[in-house]
Every structure is written in C-alpha cells, then in structure tokens.
C-alpha cells in the first residue's frame, strides 16, 4: 500500500496543488493530512475545497484549532494574526468551520500488510509539542509516548526529517504551504519563504517499508498573485516572505 503523508498547507492552494499534480502521475493508495490545513495563507476556502474533494483523513493542528477557538493554542497571538484568522472564517464560511471541527487530534491509519500509522501534528499528547532532530533521546521518547506504531508522523515544525524509535520509525514529512530553512538569519518577522511543496510518501510492500521524501517547486509568481487577489489583512508580511 501507498501513502502520502501532507502537513502544514497555511492555506497555500497553489502549494497543495502542486503536490497533488504529482501524486496524479504517481498515484498512491491513500492521503493522509497531519494538520495546519487552512489558517495563514490567501486561499482558505480553496484548501477546504480540495480537502474535501480528496476526502482524506485529517488530524487537528494548532493553526485549525486557532479558527475553531484563539485561546486554544499555547503560544500568544498577534494581532495580526487574529486579522487574518478572522477573514479566514469569512472566507471558509460555516460549512468550512465545520470542516474543521472533523479533524481529530490523533489517527490511527492502516497502512496494509498488517503495518500502521500513528499520525499527530506536535506530538501524540499536545498539537503545540515541537520535535526537531536535535533532541536528547530522554525528550524525544518523552514527547512521543510508546511507540504504539510501525510508523509515527507529525508535523508543525516545517522540517523534513526521520529518527529511529525502537523497531517504530518517525518522520516529518515538512510543510506543502510553507517550507523555510530553519537556520536562515534574522527572526520571524524576516521568514523567507522557499518555493518547494514538502511531503513524504510511505510504500509498503511485504516486510518492506519504503520512506521518500519529496520536494515539488511552486511557482512562486502564481503564490504572489493569489496573495494579491485575496484581500486578506495584513498581506504585504507574505507578499515579503515569498518575494524574496
């Protein structure tokens, strides 16, 4: 069986599309969506529609429970970010809201010959959970809990990246909508955005277990228009982060 891992869209129609025009001349078997679908970027409610058009499972990540409720998340908001949040839910209208409100915190996934798939969006514990590769085992093994799969998947930190947990792997499949390089200078209010779609596929054939990572280009010109074309609040902070 093949399975495509998908996380961390922001709301980047182009970017999704760019990974699902792949998947159409490499099919597989399965989507699976690891949460931050819809919030943050200039088309909302297209992201919704190709969500629901694949018809795929989705876990809840801390940017979707932001639209569901601003104080869900641990982080402190902008108001800049409430801006966008609000045009956001006008955008997806209620029938997007309640869209959102299937996503669920934690999937269990079959992924055939009797593997599976423990996919989350921080951590299995907490959406806000940050697990990059420079962790100490003790933390890592912490934040994970038992490795109650063959193969466990989380997203949020933007970072394609895989480790080793006892006979159980996990992987980061990065972000379709917004891939950054993590050790680029200046802070937030500089992020420079790459022009890649970000995902990973798993292939299970037998007792074999396939791990790819993919990187799409987007193009970055069709990323400014429809950042130009939304008259989302606040949009110069992306026009600056794509244009770079």
């Known amino acids: 069986m093949r399975t495509a891992l998908v996380s961390d869209v922001h709301g980047n129609a182009v970017a999704l599309n760019a990974v699902l025009t792949d998947l159409e001349r490499e099919p597989v078997d ?23 058009e694949l018809a795929c499972p989705v876990v809840l990540g801390n940017a979707d429970a932001f639209l569901l409720d601003p104080e869900s998340g641990e982080e402190a908001t902008t108001q800049r970010q409430l801006a966008v949040r609000e045009w956001t839910l006008a955008q997806i209208g209620a029938e997007g809201e309640a869209f959102i409100e299937s996503f669920r915190p934690t999937l269990d996934v079959p992924l055939g010959e009797a593997r599976t798939l423990l996919a989350f969006h921080g951590s299995p514990a907490s959406f806000d959970d940050i697990v990059l590769p420079h962790l100490e085992e003790d933390e890592f093994r912490r934040l994970l809990g038992p490795p109650a799969a063959d193969v466990l998947a989380g997203g949020h930190v933007h970072l394609q990246w895989l480790r080793r947990y006892g006979e159980s792997t996990f992987l980061n499949p990065g972000s379709v909508g917004l891939a950054y390089d993590h050790a680029q200078p200046g802070d937030t209010d500089d992020l420079r955005i790459d022009a890649i779609a970000e995902y990973a596929r798993l292939d299970i054939d037998g007792d074999r277990l396939q791990i790819a990572f993919r990187r799409i280009p987007v193009d970055r010109d069709a990323v400014l228009a429809a950042i130009d074309a939304s008259g989302m609040p606040h949009a110069e902070y992306l026009r600056v982060a794509w244009r770079w």
């Open 30 to 52: 399965q989507v699976v969506c690891l949460g931050d679908m819809i919030q943050g970027g200039a088309e909302p409610a297209e992201v919704v529609r190709r969500l629901r």
